[in-house]
C-alpha cells in the first residue's frame, strides 16, 4: 500500500480506505485481472497502478460506493492501455476488449446495461482466482526467496516496503525479487490457472511451504529487536484460513492452520510489558487466547479426520496441541511429545526437529539421555552456525551441574543469536550461572 502524507482534507480518509480494501481484496482484484489479462506481471502492475490512482481520485472525488469495482473498472482500462501500446489491433486486445465493449467478462459474467463496472464475482464467495494466485506465486521454477516475496506482495496485498521490514533486508531487494520472479514466470509460460488436479497436491507443498516460512518470521524473528512480528505473522494465519476455504479436502492445509493458530494464541503471554521474551514455564497461561485455541484444535480435527495420517504441518501442531491444552509444563504430556517429534523425524527428518525431539526427551527422562543425543546432532555438524544448538546444550548442561560449560555454551549461542531479544535472554542466562 502507497504511503502518503499531508494532501487535501480526504487524503486520510481515502488513504484508509484504499487500505482496507486493498488488504481485504487485493488478491480477489489481482486474479481476476491475471484472468483476464493471462499476465501476470501485467495484472499485478495495473491494480497498483488503479491504487496509486485512488489516494488521489478518492481524496478530491470521495470514496466510490463501489471501491472495489473502481479498482477493477480503472485497472482494467489500464491494462487495455498497456496492450494498445504494445499493438493497435493484435489478437491479444481483440480477446480483450471485445467482450469488455460488449459488458461481458472472460469467466461468463454479464454486466448490467448501463452498468460497465460491475463485479465479476460475488463478493460474498471466495473463488478459484486467490488459489490461482497462490499456486502461481509459489509455482516452484521461482527461487524460495521470490516465493516469499510475491505471495505477501499479490496474494497478502503487503507493500514491498512492508515486505522488506518484515524480512529486515532493503526495499530494492524485494523489488528486484519481485520483478525477477515475474520475468520468470513470463518466460517459462507459467499460465495462470489452478495446475491440473493430478500435479495439484505435488505443488500444493510449496504453497504451504511459503506460508509456514512467512508464519515462522512472524512468532520468531531471526533478526531485530523484536522477538515476535505479529503482522506478518497474522497475514500468514490469514491466507492459511483462505487456503483451507478453497482446499476443504486437504488434510496438510488444516494441519498447518492448526499449528499457526495454536502457535500464535501463545503470543500474548511470550513477551513481556517492554518486548522482553516470556520462557515457556513463566508464561501466564490464562492470558493465551482460547479462541485461537479452539480454532487450532478444530482445525486438528479436520486434518485428522482425513483418516490419511497427519503429515509434518499436522504433527507439529499435534505438538503445539499438547502444550496449548496442558495447564502447566511440569503437566505437558511429554512422552506423547516425544513419540510426535519421532513420527515427525521419519516423515520430515530435519537436525531442528531431532533438537526439539532431544528437549522432549529432557523434559519426559531427564537431562542426560537428551545431551547425548545433542552430542550427536553436534558431531554431525548440521546445524553449525545456528545458535539453537548451544543454547539448548547449555540448558542440558546447568541441569546437569556443569555450570562453567553451560555458561561457555549460552555465551557462544548469545554471539550467534541474530535476534536481539533472545539474545539478552541468553546472556542473563550465562550471567547467572557465575
Not at 51 to 60: D, P
Not at 109 to 116: C, F, I
Not at 233 to 256: F, N, Q, S
Request: hydrophobic share 45%; glycine share 8%.
Amino acid at each position: 500500500m502507497p504511503e502518503v502524507g499531508g494532501g487535501p482534507p480526504g487524503a486520510e480518509a481515502a488513504r484508509r480506505a484504499a487500505s482496507a480494501v486493498w488488504r481485504i481484496e487485493s488478491a480477489r482484484i489481482v486474479g481476476a485481472l491475471a484472468r483476464w489479462t493471462g499476465d501476470f506481471a501485467l495484472a499485478e502492475d495495473v491494480a497498483q497502478e488503479a491504487l496509486a490512482e485512488a489516494l488521489v481520485s478518492w481524496a478530491r472525488d470521495g470514496v466510490p460506493d463501489s471501491p472495489v469495482g473502481w479498482l477493477l473498472a480503472t485497472a482494467r482500462r489500464r491494462a487495455i492501455d498497456a496492450f494498445r501500446r504494445r499493438s493497435a489491433l493484435d489478437e491479444r486486445y481483440a480477446l480483450l476488449a471485445g467482450p469488455l465493449a460488449e459488458g461481458e467478462f472472460s469467466a461468463g459474467g454479464h454486466a448490467v446495461a448501463g452498468q460497465p463496472d460491475e463485479l465479476p464475482w460475488d463478493p460474498d464467495r471466495v473463488d478459484d482466482d486467490v488459489l490461482a494466485l497462490m499456486f502461481t506465486a509459489c509455482h516452484p521454477v521461482l527461487s524460495p526467496e521470490a516465493r516469499v516475496a510475491l505471495t505477501l506482495r499479490v496474494v497478502g496485498g503487503l507493500s514491498s516496503q512492508e515486505v522488506a521490514r518484515a524480512f529486515l533486508v532493503p526495499t530494492a531487494t524485494v523489488q528486484a525479487r519481485i520483478t525477477r520472479a515475474k520475468k520468470t514466470i513470463a518466460a517459462a509460460h507459467v499460465p495462470f490457472a489452478l495446475p491440473p488436479p493430478e500435479e495439484r497436491r505435488e505443488r500444493l507443498g510449496a504453497v504451504l511451504s511459503v506460508l509456514y516460512v512467512i508464519f515462522t518470521e512472524g512468532s520468531t524473528a531471526t533478526a531485530g529487536d523484536e522477538l515476535i512480528r505479529r503482522d506478518l505473522a497474522y497475514e500468514a494465519v490469514r491466507l492459511a484460513r483462505t487456503l483451507t476455504a478453497l482446499l476443504p479436502a486437504e488434510p496438510e492445509a488444516h494441519g498447518l492452520l492448526a499449528l499457526f493458530e495454536l502457535t500464535a494464541a501463545r503470543f500474548p503471554a511470550r513477551t513481556g510489558p517492554d518486548g522482553e521474551p516470556v520462557l515457556l514455564e513463566d508464561q501466564d497461561r490464562r492470558r493465551w487466547d482460547r479462541s485461537a485455541i479452539r480454532r487450532g484444535l478444530a482445525a486438528l480435527g479436520r486434518a485428522t479426520a482425513a483418516g490419511r495420517g497427519l503429515g509434518p504441518y499436522g504433527l507439529q501442531a499435534a505438538v503445539a496441541g499438547c502444550h496449548a491444552t496442558a495447564a502447566s509444563v511440569r503437566e505437558t504430556d511429554w512422552e506423547r511429545i516425544v513419540l510426535l517429534y519421532e513420527a515427525l523425524d521419519r516423515v520430515a527428518p530435519s537436525p531442528v526437529v531431532q533438537l526439539n525431539r532431544a528437549v522432549a526427551v529432557a523434559m519426559a527422562s531427564g537431562p542426560e539421555p537428551a545431551l547425548r543425543m545433542v552430542d550427536e546432532l553436534a558431531a554431525s555438524g548440521r546445524l553449525s552456525g545456528s545458535h539453537l544448538l548451544p543454547s539448548v546444550r547449555g540448558e542440558l548442561l546447568a541441569r546437569l551441574g556443569r555450570t562453567a560449560e553451560a555458561r561457555e555454551e549460552l555465551e557462544f549461542a548469545a554471539r550467534l543469536c541474530g535476534n536481539a531479544r533472545e539474545r539478552s535472554v541468553l546472556t542473563r542466562k550465562a550471567a547467572a550461572l557465575e
